[in-house]
Structures are given as structure tokens and as C-alpha cells.
């Protein structure tokens, strides 16, 4: 952390989300309201990634509406839709659910980390200045790094657990190309 580098990008990611929150704070206070009503008339709109988050956000998660929003995300192929699927896969798991339609698929956390891969090379903004990364070096203090996936490499291999990120890429691109 105490590196010119990791500084340097800290302190970059810092001011872009202070911009943001100078933005914000000249708004109502109640920002979690606004940003459900946006998510809610994107949705209807038939925003899929809106319909992703709001079904990220609702206490009791029907395992026939993740499995029909996964449907949708491989038809779509959408990147941003893709990213927010594989955290509803894992939330569903994690809740001991299985998908109706995908059963015998267990999704974990290198599932979860694979369809963010795959959104990262299908077009998401994952490279440094990105959402993803300021949230990440802000977030996990890990600034140094290019883009997302340079940076879970790293640490998929420093942890030895290589192998089981490159299976997961597998079977997530084989899942959402059919």
C-alpha cells in the first residue's frame, strides 16, 4: 500500500469516487429509495441487468426466476447482465437452491468469479478508472493492478487455486454459449 504506485492509484480511485459523492450529496438523502425506483422502471423497461439486481436484493430468492433470468442473460449475452447473473448464481447457492433446469450444476465462488472474467472479456469496463476496480482497490486495497482479471490471476495463483478458476471459465463459457 505504502508503494508510489499503489498511492498513486489509490489516491486516483479515491477522487473519482469523491466526485460521485459531491454529486450525490446535492441530492435527496435517501439515495437506497431513488436507486430502487430507477432499478424498478429500468426493469419494467426491460432492463435485464435492473431485473438482475433487483432480484439480487430481495430477501427470498425463487430458484424459477433465477433460472429463467439465466435464460435470458445467455440469449442476451449482455456483459453487464452476465456480471450480475454469476452474483445471483452464487447467492442462490448459497442458499442450498438448485436451478430447475440446471440441475446437477452447482455454482460457487470460481463461478462467480468466471462470469465476471467472461463479462470482463465480453466488453464490461473492468480496467483501471473502471466501477469495478475503484471498488476494488478502495474496497480490498489491492490498487496495483491493470484490470480485474490481472488481478484475480494473481491471486487465484498466489493461493494455489489456479486450476479451479480455469474449470469454472470453462464450464461458465460453456453454459452461456450453449
Not at 452464487?90 to 455454482?107: D, H, I, K, N, T
Not at 462467480?112 to 469495478?132: D, K, T, V, W
Not at 471498488?135 to 490498487?143: K, N
Amino acid at each position: 500500500m505504502h508503494r508510489p504506485e499503489a498511492a498513486a492509484a489509490y489516491r486516483s480511485a479515491g477522487q473519482r469516487l469523491e466526485a460521485q459523492c459531491e454529486v450525490l450529496g446535492t441530492w435527496s438523502s435517501d439515495l437506497r429509495a431513488f436507486g430502487r425506483l430507477w432499478r424498478d422502471r429500468a426493469a419494467e423497461a426491460g432492463d435485464l441487468t435492473a431485473t438482475i439486481r433487483n432480484t439480487l436484493y430481495e430477501a427470498q430468492r425463487d430458484p424459477q426466476v433465477a433460472a429463467e433470468l439465466l435464460d435470458r442473460v445467455i440469449a442476451s449475452g449482455d456483459a453487464q447482465a452476465i456480471a450480475e447473473m454469476g452474483a445471483l448464481l452464487f447467492q442462490v447457492r448459497q442458499l442450498g437452491q438448485s436451478l430447475p433446469g440446471y440441475e446437477g450444476m452447482a455454482f460457487d465462488v470460481f463461478d462467480f468469479y468466471a462470469m465476471q472474467m467472461i463479462a470482463c472479456q465480453r466488453g464490461l469496463a473492468c480496467g483501471e478508472g473502471s466501477a469495478m476496480l475503484d471498488d476494488i482497490c478502495l474496497t480490498g486495497m489491492q490498487c496495483t493492478f491493470a484490470d480485474f482479471p490481472a488481478l484475480l490471476w494473481h491471486n487465484v495463483e498466489e493461493d494455489g487455486e489456479a486450476h479451479q478458476l480455469e474449470q469454472a471459465v470453462k464450464k461458465m463459457r460453456g453454459l452461456l454459449e450453449g
